[in-house]
C-alpha cells in the first residue's frame, strides 16, 4: 500500500487528519506531527505531479 502523502510503498499506519483518513508512512507521520498546516500545499502539489 502506497503512503497518501509521499506515495512511497511501506506500511502505513492509518491518522485522522482534519477530519479525514489518512494512510501515511513512518516519515510522513513524524513530519505531520511536526508541521501539519503548511503540509496542505505540499501534498496537493505532489497528487498532481503522479497524475
Ligand atoms: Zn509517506
Known amino acids: 500500500m502506497n ?3 509521499c506515495g512511497v ?3 502505513l499506519t ?3 487528519v ?3 483518513a ?3 508512512c513512518e516519515a510522513c507521520l513524524i ?3 511536526a508541521v501539519r498546516s503548511p503540509s496542505v500545499g505540499a ?3 505532489a497528487r498532481s505531479a503522479a497524475q
Open 3 to 5: 503512503c497518501e502523502r
Open 9 to 11: 510503498d511501506a506500511t
Open 14 to 16: 492509518h491518522r485522522d
Open 18 to 20: 482534519d477530519g479525514f
Open 22 to 24: 489518512y494512510y501515511l
Open 31 to 33: 513530519g505531520w506531527d
Open 43 to 45: 501534498r496537493d502539489e
